[in-house]
C-alpha cells in the first residue's frame, strides 16, 4: 500500500492517493533525447530502444516498477518539446496521455545541462495539474560542462520534490524512487506564456552554479568537424565507404559465404535430406521439407543463412552510428536537397532508419511537422528505401557480379526516390516544416545499450521475418502442388518476358517479392547462384524488387498511420512505378550493349 | 520570402542569418509565423533575452543556446531578431 510512501504529512498535504484499486501509474514526460527511456529501462528491467537523436521513441512503452513495496506501472512517452502551440505527432501522443489522465503522477526527466528549457517545460506540465518529480538526468555530463545545479533551491522555487540521476548508468534510481512519495503539484506563478518565460529564465539562473563554459572536448572537435562541409562531406563519404565495408562486404559476403556454404550448404542441409530421406515415408513431405521449396532447403536457409548475417552486421554498425549522434548532423547537409522532394533535413531520421526497417521508419515518421511529409515520408519509404533484409540480398547478389551493377542499381532507385518526391511535393496538398533540428551531443556508444539493442533487433527480425519466410515457401510448395504456379508464370510472362526480360519462371520469386521484398530476393539469390541470370537480369529483377512495397508488415503499418484509402493508394501507385522503370531499365541496358 | 511580410518597418535589428560564424549575440524576437516558427524556436530555448552563439552558416545555420546545439534552415534564421554581443574573435 505504500507506493510511493506517504511521507508524514508535514504542513501541505501530500498529493498522492493513498488507496488505490490499481497501480500507481507513473509517467515518464521529458524533451526529446534526455534519457527518458534509459529511465525506463533502469525503473522497470525492461529495455525500450535507447539512442542519441531526438525521436527515438515514437509510441508509449509500459513496463512494472517495484517502488517500496507497491508495484507501479511506468509509462515511457516520446519526448515533447512543448505542450501546447504547434505539436508534431509524436509530441500530440504524450499530451493525449497527459490529457486522458493515464498518469496518477509524472516524472519529469529533464536534461541537467540545459535546465532552463527544461522548466520552460515544467511550467507547460503544471497545466496538467499532476503531482510531478523533477529528474535532472545526465548530471555527470553537466558537471563535465562546469555546470551544478542547487537542487535544494530548485526544490523550493518549483515545489516538487528534485533529484539528481545518471539513467544510463542506474545513478540517482534509488533517490527517485524515495522522492516519488514526496511528488507534489508544481507551484509555479500565472500561466502566461511570456511570464513563464520569465520565471525559467529567473529559477535557472539563480538555481545554476557554475558558468557553463565548456572546455574544449574531443567531442566538440568531432561536432564541429563532421558538421562542417569541408571536413564533413568527406567523413560522410568515407562513413558510407566504412559501412559498405562492413555491412555489403564483410557481413554480406565473407559472414554469408561462412553460413551459407560452411553451415547449410555443407552441414545442415545435407544433414537434413539424409535425415528426411531416411525417417519421411512420404514423398510430398520429403519434398515440402527439403526440396526446392522446401521448409528447410529454402525458407529457413534464406532467412538464417543470407539474410541474419547481414541484418546483424548492419545493425551493429547503425546501433554504433545512432548512439554517436553523428546521423542528426547529416541533416545539415541534407535539407536543401530534402527540400526539392517537400521534405526538410530532419526527414534524414526516418529515411536512414529505413534502410535499417522500413515499418519501424514508417513509425518514426511521426516525428516529422506537416501531414503532408509524413505522407511523402512514408511512400518514398515504401517506394525506394531497401532495409537491411533487402540490402542483405542485394549485396549478396550484385555484390557478386560487378559494382557497376550496384551503382546501377541504387542510382535508378535513388532517382526514382527524387523524381517521385519531387512530383509528390507538387502534387499533394500542404506544405513542408521548418528544418529546427536539435543536434545530439557526440558521445562514445557504451558497447552494452550496442550488444542489448542490436541482440534485439535481430531476435525482432528472426520473429518477423522466419515465419513469413516459412509461410511463403508453404505457399510457393502448395501452389507449385496444385500447378497454379505454371499457371501464374503463363499468365506472367507478358510482363515478365516481354517488359522485363526475364524468365517466365521468375514469377514465383515475384509473388515472395510481395510477401516480403527481401524474401523475393533471396529467391533470386538463389537463381543468380545457379547462374540462371544473366547480369541484366538480376539489376532489372533487383530493381524492381526494391521499388515493391517492401513487406506485408510495412503494408500494414502504412494502413495504421494513415489509414486503408492511403495504404492502398501507395500500393497503387508504387506497382506500376516499379514495373515501368524495370521496363525501361531493361530495354534501356540492352539498347546500349550493357552486360555487367 | 514569404516571413518578409511580417516584418515591421520598424524591427531595423539585425537578423540571425546576417550574422558570421563567431558572432555571440542576444535574441530580442522571433517574428511569428502562420506555421507556429516562433512557438517552437521558444520550446527549444530560443527565447527573447537569450544569449546564443553562431558556429556555423553554410549549407545550414548551426547555433547554440545554453547547452543546446541547433541546425535551422536560413529562412528560420532570418527570422529571429538580435542584438550582437561580440563579434568573432580573430
Known amino acids: 500500500m505504500s507506493c510511493p510512501r506517504t511521507a508524514p504529512a508535514a504542513g501541505a498535504a501530500p498529493a498522492v492517493v493513498r488507496l488505490r484499486a490499481r497501480p500507481l501509474r507513473i509517467a515518464l514526460v521529458g524533451q526529446p533525447n534526455v534519457g527518458k527511456s534509459a529511465l525506463f529501462g533502469r525503473l522497470t528491467g525492461r529495455y525500450a530502444t535507447v539512442s542519441n537523436y531526438p525521436g527515438t521513441t515514437v509510441a508509449v512503452t509500459r513496463g512494472r516498477a517495484l517502488v517500496g513495496a507497491e508495484v507501479c506501472d511506468v509509462i515511457d512517452t516520446p519526448g515533447v518539446n ?69 537542487t535544494a533551491a530548485l526544490s523550493e522555487r518549483t515545489g516538487v520534490p528534485v533529484v539528481e540521476t545518471v539513467a544510463t548508468e542506474g545513478r540517482g534510481l534509488e533517490a527517485l524512487r524515495g522522492a516519488l512519495a514526496d511528488a507534489r503539484r508544481p507551484d509555479l506563478p500565472a500561466r502566461i506564456n511570456g511570464e513563464q518565460l520569465r520565471w525559467a529564465q529567473d529559477v535557472a539562473t539563480t538555481c545554476r552554479v557554475g558558468t557553463g563554459r565548456r572546455t574544449a572536448r574531443w567531442q566538440e572537435w568531432i561536432g564541429r568537424a563532421v558538421r562542417q562541409p569541408l571536413t564533413g562531406l568527406p567523413i560522410l563519404a568515407l562513413v558510407l565507404y566504412l559501412f559498405y565495408l562492413a555491412v555489403g562486404v564483410f557481413g554480406a559476403q565473407t559472414l554469408v559465404g561462412w553460413v551459407e556454404d560452411g553451415l547449410f550448404g555443407s552441414v545442415i542441409n545435407p544433414a537434413a535430406m539424409s535425415l528426411v530421406g531416411q525417417v519421411v515415408p512420404f514423398a510430398w513431405l520429403r519434398d515440402l521439407l527439403v526440396g526446392e521449396f522446401g521448409l528447410i532447403t529454402m525458407g529457413l536457409t534464406y532467412a538464417i543463412a543470407i539474410v541474419l548475417p547481414v541484418v546483424a552486421t548492419f545493425f551493429l554498425v547503425f546501433g554504433f552510428l545512432e548512439d554517436s549522434g553523428y546521423i542528426p548532423r547529416v541533416a545539415i547537409f541534407s535539407d536543401r536537397l530534402f527540400r526539392t522532394i517537400g521534405l526538410n533535413g530532419k526527414a534524414v531520421l526516418p529515411m536512414v532508419l529505413g534502410l535499417g526497417c522500413d515499418t519501424m521508419a514508417t513509425m518514426t515518421t511521426r516525428i516529422l511537422g506537416t501531414p503532408k511529409e509524413r505522407l511523402i515520408a512514408i511512400l518514398l519509404l515504401a517506394l525506394g528505401v531497401p532495409c537491411s533484409a533487402q540490402l542483405a540480398t542485394i549485396f549478396g547478389i550484385l555484390g557478386g557480379i560487378s559494382f557497376w551493377a550496384l551503382l546501377t542499381l541504387f542510382g535508378v532507385v535513388t532517382g526514382q526516390i527524387f523524381l517521385v518526391g519531387f512530383l509528390a511535393a507538387r502534387v499533394l496538398p500542404g506544405d513542408r516544416s521548418d528544418f529546427v533540428l536539435e543536434l545530439p551531443p557526440i558521445r562514445l556508444p557504451g558497447w552494452k545499450n550496442l550488444l542489448v539493442k542490436t541482440g534485439l533487433r535481430v531476435r525482432w527480425y528472426l520473429r518477423e521475418a522466419v515465419p513469413i519466410f516459412l509461410g511463403g515457401t508453404l505457399l510457393l510448395w502448395g501452389l507449385d502442388r496444385v500447378g497454379a504456379l505454371a499457371w501464374i508464370s503463363r499468365v506472367g510472362e507478358p510482363v515478365m518476358t516481354g517488359m522485363l526480360g526475364l524468365p ?78 524495370g521496363t525501361v531499365l531493361n530495354h534501356g541496358l540492352r539498347f546500349f550493349g550493357f552486360s555487367f | 520570402m514569404g516571413s518578409a511580410s511580417s516584418v515591421s518597418a520598424f524591427d531595423d535589428a539585425p537578423r540571425l542569418s546576417s550574422l558570421r560564424a563567431g558572432t555571440r549575440a542576444i535574441v530580442r ?31 545550414g545555420v548551426v547555433l547554440r543556446c545554453d547547452e543546446t546545439e541547433l541546425a535551422i534552415e536560413p529562412a528560420v534564421a532570418r527570422a529571429v531578431l538580435v542584438d550582437v554581443l561580440a563579434p568573432p574573435r580573430g
Open chain 1, 82 to 150: 512543448a505542450l501546447e502551440g504547434p505539436l508534431s505527432e509524436d509530441e500530440l501522443i504524450t499530451r493525449r496521455v497527459l490529457e486522458a489522465g493515464e498518469a496518477d503522477l509524472v516524472v519529469q526527466v529533464a536534461d541537467a545541462k540545459n535546465l532552463r528549457r527544461a522548466l520552460q517545460l515544467t511550467a507547460h506540465l503544471a497545466a496538467f495539474r499532476q503531482p510531478m518529480v523533477l529528474a535532472l538526468n545526465m548530471v555527470d555530463e553537466a558537471h563535465h560542462a562546469g555546470i551544478v545545479i542547487d
Open chain 1, 504 to 581: 517466365a519462371s521468375m514469377s514465383g520469386v515475384f509473388i515472395m517479392g510481395f510477401l516480403r521484398r527481401d524474401y523475393g530476393a533471396a529467391g533470386l539469390f538463389a537463381l543468380a547462384h545457379d547462374g540462371a541470370l544473366t547480369g541484366v537480369q538480376a539489376v532489372v529483377a533487383l530493381t524492381v524488387m526494391t521499388l515493391f512495397v517492401p513487406c506485408v508488415a510495412n503494408f500494414l503499418m502504412m494502413v495504421k498511420e494513415r489509414g486503408w484509402r492511403v495504404g492502398l493508394a501507395i500500393v497503387g501507385v508504387i506497382t506500376p512505378i516499379a514495373i515501368l522503370t
Open chain 2, 29 to 59: 524576437r522571433v517574428l511569428p509565423d502562420r506555421s507556429g516558427r516562433a512557438e517552437r524556436l521558444l520550446a527549444l530555448g530560443v527565447t527573447p533575452g537569450a544569449e546564443i552563439e553562431v558556429l556555423q552558416t553554410f549549407p
